[in-house]
């Protein structure tokens, strides 16, 4: 059986925290947020959209990470973190529309002297398959890097067995039997 499975409940052992986890999920976070941002450098205003989405997946994904280890179940496979982030980066995908035609309506409600510029209430639907052309590779990058960055393979504690002094045959202090030739 391999050593990172857990003998007794039959699944594999948890993913552990890096330790100090503090500074890896930060280290995470850096590189997770760094790599598109530096992919994205000349698109302006996409990119801290992106960017803005990317953090709020990345920390839905933390929490609810906390959320599933408090209530008995931490992940047991980078597969698992990885679907964490996957399934709450959809869902800030999704709703990224929605808080930019929110955003876009609060501009023209303050700029109200320019005229009513009409915006579509179809706009997130219109938006939706963009949104999620650029989330869900971003967020399975999120949770590849978080995964592999700030979690390490759990393994079930194995007790050794080494022989003590006292066990030991050359700290004996009785009588060694002579060695049998048993060849003839």
């Avoid at 552990?16 to 790599?35: K, M, N, S």
């Avoid at 579509?120 to 990058?141: C, D, E």
């Amino acid at each position: 059986m391999p050593k990172h499975l857990d003998e007794t409940e039959g699944r594999e052992a948890p993913l552990l925290w890096r330790q100090p986890a503090y500074l890896w999920i930060a280290f995470a976070l850096a590189l997770g947020l760094g790599v598109p941002a530096l992919i994205l450098r000349q698109e302006g205003g996409f990119a801290q959209l992106a960017l803005l989405t990317g953090a709020i997946g990345f920390l839905a994904a933390l929490i609810s990470l906390a959320v599933a280890a408090a209530m008995g179940r931490p992940p047991a496979s980078r597969r698992e973190v990885m679907l964490h982030a996957l399934w709450l980066g959809v869902l800030a995908a999704l709703a990224s529309p929605i808080a930019f035609q929110a955003l876009l309506n609060a501009v023209e409600g303050v700029e109200g002297a320019s005229g009513p510029v009409g915006l579509s209430p179809m706009l997130p639907l219109a938006l939706w398959p963009l949104a999620l052309f650029v989330g869900l590779p971003m967020s399975l990058f999120y949770g590849l890097i978080l995964s592999f960055v700030a979690f390490k393979r759990g393994a079930i504690e194995h007790k050794i067995m080494t022989l003590s002094d006292a066990d030991d045959p050359a700290y004996s202090t009785a009588p060694i039997a002579p060695a049998v030739d048993d060849r003839f």
